[in-house]
C-alpha cells in the first residue's frame, strides 16, 4: 500500500508556471507507476500525465504536451509535475496516483489516491 500527498498548486496567472509533487509514503514506491489526473469543475478527471516504475517512460494526453513534464526522484519518494506556460483551461484539482500495472495508460490500474491540489490560472 502507498499514500500520496500533493501539493504546490495555487492561484497563478497564465502564462506562469507551477510544480506539483506527490510525495509517497511506503517502501514500495518505486515499483509503482504514477500518473497525474485533473477534475475541472463540471467535468470528468482526465489522465493528464503519467510515469513509469522506473521512470523510463512517461504519457502525456495531448492538452499538456509541450508544456508539463512529469519525473520522479524514487529516492525522495516523489513525483513532480513541472507545468509551464499556464492556461486558464488549466485550473481544475490535481490528483495523483498510484498503480501496479506497466501500462500506465491503463486507467482500471490507479488504485491509490491522493486528496488532490487545486490550481487556479487566472486570465
Known amino acids: 500500500q502507498v499514500v500520496l500527498v500533493e501539493s504546490g498548486g495555487g492561484l497563478v496567472q497564465a502564462r506562469d508556471s507551477l510544480r506539483l509533487s506527490c510525495a509517497a509514503s511506503?517502501?514500495?514506491?518505486?515499483?509503482?507507476?504514477i500518473g497525474w489526473f485533473r477534475q475541472a469543475p463540471g467535468k470528468d478527471g482526465v489522465l493528464i500525465a503519467a510515469?513509469?516504475?522506473?521512470?523510463?517512460?512517461?504519457y502525456y494526453v495531448d492538452s499538456v504536451k509541450d508544456r508539463f513534464t512529469i519525473s520522479r526522484d524514487n529516492a525522495k519518494s516523489t513525483v513532480y509535475l513541472q507545468m509551464d506556460s499556464l492556461k486558464p483551461e488549466d485550473t481544475a484539482a490535481y490528483f495523483c496516483s498510484a498503480t501496479v500495472l506497466g501500462d500506465i495508460t491503463a486507467l482500471r490500474g490507479y488504485t491509490y489516491w491522493g486528496q488532490g491540489t487545486h490550481v487556479t490560472v487566472s486570465s
Open positions: 511506503g517502501s514500495t514506491f518505486s515499483t509503482y507507476g
Open positions: 510515469i513509469t516504475s522506473s521512470g523510463s517512460r512517461t
